[in-house]
């Protein structure tokens, strides 16, 4: 299979913490079962510096694409990696693939891959890694959600089965009925 991995922060971005040890480790295990695997992430290495984005490279047969972020301004104070080049690139490259994996849960590089794995109806997963439950920062979640979150959601249940880590994230799924493996 053809599997695209969409994820804020890929290595080495480890400031990020265990989503991105994640990702990594979950394509390291498909490229072993056989699978051609891409990804397209962000150029943070950090929360104050950049990795370099002018080409896609391959790390461990994993092809990866790193689009720049707008500000790290928004990443610091708000966890906001915004990607516009990723609209562009998507919107030729999505229809190629035969499954994608999202990670997390509110960001820009999921709102601008579920627009176009509908388009083209290319299922996905969503990998949310404890980032459902509205802790922190609530009123921006709020507006998340209203405006994105939950057409994504509704997506994935015409789609495929939600896998969300944590028992937060579960009971919060289950209380808009989604069903969870």
């Known amino acids: 299979m053809k599997i695209l991995q969409v994820t804020p ?12 040890k994640i990702a990594y480790q979950i394509s390291r295990e498909l490229i072993k079962r056989g699978h051609e695997v891409v990804v397209y992430t962000t150029d943070a290495k950090d929360f104050d510096s950049r990795l370099e984005t002018d080409s896609s490279n ?5 092809k990866v694409h790193r689009f ?7 990443i610091k104070k708000f966890k906001l990696f915004i ?3 990723l609209a562009l690139f ?7 693939f035969d499954i ?8 820009f590089q999921n709102v601008v891959i579920h627009h176009y794995a509908e388009k083209y109806d290319v299922p996905y997963v969503l990998q949310a890694n404890g980032s459902i439950p509205r802790i922190g920062k609530n009123e921006l979640k709020w507006i998340y959600d209203a405006f994105f979150g939950y057409r994504l959601l509704m997506y994935l249940r015409q789609t495929f089965i939600l896998k969300a880590s944590g ?10 009925g989604y069903v969870l493996i």
């Open 9 to 20: 922060y890929f290595p080495p971005a480890y400031a990020f913490g265990g989503p991105v």
């Open 58 to 62: 391959t790390i461990e047969g994993m």
């Open 100 to 107: 994608i994996h999202l990670y997390e849960y509110r960001t």
């Open 83 to 85: 990607t516009p080049q």
């Open 167 to 176: 028992l937060l994230s579960s009971c919060r799924i289950v209380s808009i």
């Open 68 to 74: 720049r972020n707008l500000s790290f301004t928004l």
């Open 90 to 96: 998507a919107r030729k490259e999505v229809k190629k």
